[in-house]
């Protein structure tokens, strides 16, 4: 079992930024993936930010040249480093990790393995 613990979540106004952070119970690297999915009121939950253990990181366009993912194998953390952020991303974050699959398209909501509890983000405009 694998604990997942969010924090860094708030409310912002447009054109701000935050930073999330996932603290893990076991080391990261040990995770072939570690995402971040988030889910607004009424919609269905979406992925929006990918890491593997090897490979490139992947976005979903959305947020795509506004959002970087990254994770820290030291501090086994997880982050999303959020600029620019509009009304639209308001949603509550959740981060995810996963040993079979990774990427836009490929992690989805029913093929991850362990999910945090979430954070909530609230852009204003």
């Known amino acids: 079992q694998v604990q997942l613990v969010e924090s860094g979540g708030g409310s912002v106004q447009a054109g701000g930024s935050l930073r999330l952070s996932c603290a893990a119970s076991?080391?990261?690297?040990?995770?072939?993936?570690m995402a971040w999915f988030r889910q607004a009121v009424g919609k269905e939950r979406e992925g929006v930010a990918f890491?593997?253990?090897?490979?490139?990181?992947t976005y979903a366009d959305s947020v795509k040249g506004r959002f970087t993912i990254s994770k820290d194998n030291a501090k086994n953390t997880l982050y999303l480093q959020m600029n620019s952020l509009k009304p639209e991303d308001t949603a509550m974050y959740y981060c995810?990790?996963?040993?079979?699959?990774?990427?836009?398209?490929?992690?989805?909501?029913?093929?991850?393995?362990?999910w945090g509890r979430g954070t909530q983000v609230t852009v204003s405009s």
């Open positions: 890491i593997p253990n090897y490979g490139s990181t």
């Open positions: 076991r080391p990261t690297y040990s995770l072939y993936c």
């Open positions: 995810a990790a996963s040993y079979v699959a990774c990427g836009l398209g490929d992690l989805r909501e029913y093929n991850v393995k362990y």
